[in-house]
């Protein structure tokens, strides 16, 4: 009596089993929505190359002008560019960011003068504010229309949030902010 070989169908099956799943994850990714990054209102590769000359211009900015930024209790006297930097869970343990949105209605005003003390009457602000998450919940404002230098905007959630803009003066200066926090249920 012959003794059988079942080395190749061993083979074949783990071959099989092998090609399933690769099939099964490309069809999984294929599936997955993207959000894409828009930090500073622009894609992440745009960010990678010009991220030096944004820390530029906030040095030149803060030599010309002095900002206070307020939202809701939080002030801020200066633009924010080092959460870039952290994890949110580095936010959540350590930042003095932490809990400055709220669920429902949160505010935010900008008071821009030169460092002479002269308010600035007229600058761009184009700010969008983020949830870590995914961008179904993305908030775009700006000043265009309105010159306004007040804003009211709803989280209609609580949880991980990013706000990121940048200001914009007559004279072609520009600044850039990105703060991360978290909005609670108080």
């Given at each position: ?71 809701n209790d ?8 080092n ?20 669920k ?26 983020t ?56």
């Amino acid at each position: 009596m012959k003794k059988r070989n079942y080395w190749p169908l061993f083979f074949i099956a783990i071959f099989t089993f092998t090609l399933s799943m690769v099939i099964w994850t490309v069809m999984s990714a294929i599936k997955t929505p993207v959000h894409e990054d828009k930090s500073f209102l622009s894609s992440y590769h745009i960010m990678d190359v010009e991220f030096n000359d944004i820390v530029d211009y906030n040095e030149k900015f803060s030599k010309k002008y002095n900002l206070k930024m307020k939202i809701n209790d939080k002030e801020f006297d200066s633009l924010v560019l080092n959460d870039v930097f952290l994890s949110q869970r580095v936010i959540d343990q350590k930042s003095m960011h932490k809990d400055i949105f709220k669920k429902g209605m949160n505010n935010i005003s900008f008071d821009l003068t030169t460092k002479d003390g002269v308010k600035v009457p007229n600058f761009k602000i184009n700010f969008k504010v983020t949830r870590t998450t995914n961008s179904y919940s993305d908030i775009d404002i700006n000043n265009d229309e309105k010159k306004n230098k007040n804003f009211t905007f709803n989280l209609e959630k609580a949880g991980n949030w990013n706000i990121t803009g940048i200001l914009d003066t007559n004279d072609g200066e520009k600044g850039f902010f990105y703060i991360k926090s978290n909005a609670t249920d108080k």
